[in-house]
């Protein structure tokens, strides 16, 4: 069992960054791929980015690559999602979750534990 807790969501203008942290507990969550979801209300949860358990291999939707970095650190127990020149589009809910499965996974119905999510705002 992992508990995760998200926060670090806030409102900023369009072009303007956040950092998004998720920290687990629990001494496995070493073990699992983390990945960043997000949500707008009436629509799916989609696939954000990921990070493999070792840090070593990355993976990003094609709407945040280049603007967005997902890192962790094992010995804390946390990871992040550093947000870059954002855009109104990137209002969300955004929700950590971790899985067995490897970094590649996007479907969130592959992911096992979730934070209760934290709300971002990008106003233009």
């Known amino acids: 069992q992992v508990q995760l807790v998200d926060s670090g969501g806030g409102e900023v203008q369009a072009g303007g960054s956040l950092t998004l942290s998720c920290t687990a507990s629990?001494?496995?969550?070493?073990?699992?791929?983390v990945a960043w979801f997000r949500q707008v209300p009436g629509k799916d949860r989609d696939f954000v980015a990921a990070v493999s358990w070792s840090k070593s291999s990355t993976y990003y939707s094609d709407s945040v690559k280049d603007r967005f970095t997902i890192s962790r650190d094992n010995a804390k127990n946390t990871a992040w999602l550093q947000m870059n020149s954002l855009k109104p589009e990137d209002t969300a809910e955004y929700y950590c979750a971790v899985t067995r499965e490897s970094y590649g996974n996007t479907w969130h119905g592959n992911y096992d534990f979730w934070g209760q999510g934290t709300q971002v705002i990008v106003s233009s």
């Open positions: 629990g001494r496995t969550f070493a073990s699992y791929t």
